[in-house]
C-alpha cells in the first residue's frame, strides 16, 4: 500500500465513516492537534528513557495509546452529520482518567507543595512535558471548538484536561528526580 493518495492534492481530507472535509476545518484542527501532542510525547519518551524518571515512560506510552484512540473518535463524524460508524474506532479510554488521577497523586506525594507560579523549563525532560502541556492545552481548546459545531463525547475534553495537569505534574517530578529546582516566577523582576 502506497501512503500517497493524492486525494488530498485539493486541500480535502477523508474522515473515518465517510465524508471530506477541508483540511483546515474544525474536525481536521482537533485531531491534528492530538496527533501533533502524541508526536511531541514521543519526544518527551525519548528524553525521560535516558534519564532519572524513565518509570514514567510506560504510562505516557499508554497515553499516547489513548491519544490514537481520542484522535479517531475525533476523526469520526456522527451519523447526523452524515458519517456512519466504523468498526475499527477503539473505545474511548475513560478509565484511564482515574488512573491519571492516582499517578498525579503519587507524583506530588514526593514534590513540594506549590505555593507560587513556575517557570516553564528546568532539565530537557521537564522543559518537553511542559511544552507537551501546553499543546495540550491547545488540543483541548480544538476540541472544545469542535464540540459547539458537533456532537463530541465529553471524556474527550476531560482526558485532554487531566492530562495537561498530569504533564506538569510530570515536568515537577521530573525536575526533582534529576535534582533541578523548579523556577519560581519572580513577580517583581
Known amino acids: 500500500m502506497k501512503i500517497y493518495t493524492r486525494?488530498?492534492?485539493l486541500g480535502e481530507t477523508g474522515l473515518f465513516g465517510g465524508g471530506r472535509v477541508a483540511k483546515d476545518?474544525?474536525?481536521?484542527e482537533a485531531y491534528g492537534a492530538v496527533d501533533e501532542l502524541n508526536?511531541?510525547?514521543?519526544?518527551?519518551?525519548r528524553e525521560l528513557g535516558q534519564g532519572p524518571s524513565s518509570q514514567l515512560v510506560p504510562r505516557l506510552r499508554?497515553?499516547?495509546g489513548d491519544l490514537l484512540s481520542l484522535g479517531a473518535s475525533l476523526a469520526t463524524p456522527t451519523a447526523e452529520e452524515g458519517g456512519r460508524a466504523a468498526a475499527s474506532i477503539p473505545p474511548l479510554p475513560l478509565k484511564r482518567i482515574g488512573a491519571m488521577e492516582e499517578w498525579m497523586d503519587?507524583?506530588?506525594a514526593e514534590l513540594e507543595p506549590l505555593r507560587e507560579f513556575i517557570l516553564p523549563g528546568g532539565?530537557?525532560?521537564?522543559?518537553?512535558l511542559h511544552l507537551a502541556r501546553t499543546v495540550c492545552r491547545r488540543a483541548e481548546r480544538r476540541v472544545v471548538a469542535l464540540a459547539r459545531e458537533a456532537r463530541v463525547d465529553g471524556a474527550v475534553v476531560q482526558y485532554l484536561n487531566r492530562l495537561s495537569d498530569l504533564l506538569f505534574v510530570y515536568?515537577?517530578?521530573a525536575n526533582r528526580q534529576a535534582g533541578a529546582q523548579d523556577e519560581k516566577w519572580d513577580r517583581n523582576a
Open 25 to 28: 476545518h474544525v474536525r481536521v
Open 39 to 45: 508526536s511531541l510525547l514521543g519526544l518527551v519518551i
Open 171 to 173: 515536568a515537577r517530578l
Open 123 to 128: 532539565t530537557e525532560a521537564a522543559a518537553r
Open 7 to 9: 486525494t488530498g492534492d
Open 62 to 64: 499508554l497515553v499516547q
Open 106 to 108: 503519587a507524583a506530588e
